[in-house]
């Protein structure tokens, strides 16, 4: 089965800038979710959809982060404008309907703010 | 909300030895604890999970165990071999739509 795609794989961009970065999930996962994981640390959650509703986006830095998943399949997540310390790897996972607690990886987004 | 705490932060072992990563949690309520192995450079891999109405699990060479009352779990890798470095990441579920909170993670070298 194909995995979680993301695109792109780096992005590097000036302060103030925005971004957008793209999920495909696996084929039939409903769930998905928006990690942050800043260099040394573990993912932080940033949003979680449920096929196209929003589960958890309490974590969210909602002034400047925004997300969609239209459709309940692929997702976008945005950044406008952008800051210093959003520098950091954005994964994307989903999981499987009859699994609900395991999550699959995208390979992420390296995003660099310069 | 749900605080994970892992330690520790880096661990160095001669390949053959065994490592453990202790982590804790802090809502009484989670009940899925899976760990993740993050290669440089690339996305987290489940290695092995375990529910909270199980006290042990094994697979291969690692283990986990869980100790619902003190609210800590551990990872137990023996015979370890210099594949195994990596960073090591814990997790807690506790919310009903599957939300997970990482630990730190811990950074694994096995030297041959």
């Known amino acids: 089965e194909a995995g979680v795609a993301q695109s792109p794989r780096y992005k590097i961009i000036e302060k103030r800038q925005s971004v957008a970065f793209w999920c495909n999930p696996i084929s039939g996962h409903a769930t998905l979710y928006w990690y942050q994981q800043i260099l040394g640390q573990g993912p932080k959650l940033l949003i979680q959809f449920q096929n196209n509703g929003v589960v958890d986006d309490s974590q969210l830095p909602k002034d400047r982060f925004s997300a969609e998943r239209l459709k309940g399949v692929d997702s976008t997540l945005k950044i406008q404008p952008a800051k210093l310390e959003d520098s950091a790897v954005y994964l994307c996972?989903?999981?499987?309907?009859?699994?609900?607690?395991?999550?699959?990886f995208g390979p992420g987004t390296r995003l660099t703010v310069t | 909300g749900e605080n994970v705490e892992q330690h520790p932060s880096t661990l160095s072992v001669q390949e053959g030895d065994s490592a453990v990563i202790k982590c804790t949690y802090s809502?009484?309520?989670?009940?899925?604890f899976p760990w993740y192995k993050q290669e440089l450079g690339k996305r987290p891999q489940l290695i092995i999970d375990?529910?909270?109405?199980?006290g042990e699990k094994k697979d291969q060479r690692i283990a986990v165990t869980l100790n619902k009352t003190a609210k800590h779990f551990s990872l137990h890798i023996t015979e370890t071999q210099p594949e195994d470095s990596a960073v090591y990441f814990c997790a807690a579920s506790s919310s009903g739509y599957s939300t997970l909170t990482f630990g730190k993670g811990t950074m694994l070298l096995v030297s041959p």
């Open positions: 996972a989903s999981n499987p309907p009859m699994n609900r607690y395991e999550q699959y």
């Open positions: 375990i529910r909270s109405n199980v």
């Open positions: 809502d009484s309520a989670s009940n899925y």
